[in-house]
C-alpha cells in the first residue's frame, strides 16, 4: 500500500524528514543507528506496519539506501512511503 506520493517542485536542500513532518504526520522510534518510521498518518488515512512489516522510502521510484532524516531532497523528486515486509 502506498500512503501517499508527492511530487516535491522548487524544494531543494531540505531533508525528507523536514518535508515529510509539513505533509503528513509521522512517528518514529530512535535508534543509535538512526531514526525508524513507526507510522504516518495523512488526513484521515493511517499507514501502520503489521507483524514482519515496516515503511520503506523510495526517492524516485528507488527504495533509497539512507533514511529520511539523511535524504535531501532535490527538484522535482518523488518520495514514496510503502509497507513492506521483512521476509
Do not use: C
Amino acid at each position: 500500500r502506498v500512503l501517499i506520493q508527492e511530487q516535491l517542485l522548487n524544494l531543494e536542500n531540505v531533508s525528507a524528514e523536514a518535508v515529510l513532518e509539513q505533509h503528513l504526520t509521522p512517528t518514529f522510534e530512535v535508534y543509535s543507528w538512526g531514526k525508524m518510521l513507526l507510522t504516518l498518518t495523512y488526513q484521515t488515512h493511517k499507514l501502520t506496519p503489521g507483524p514482519q512489516e515496516f515503511i520503506a522510502f523510495y526517492v524516485n521510484g528507488v527504495s533509497s539506501m539512507v533514511g529520511v532524516s539523511e535524504y535531501y531532497v532535490k527538484a522535482d523528486d518523488i518520495l514514496a512511503f510503502k509497507l513492506e515486509s521483512w521476509s
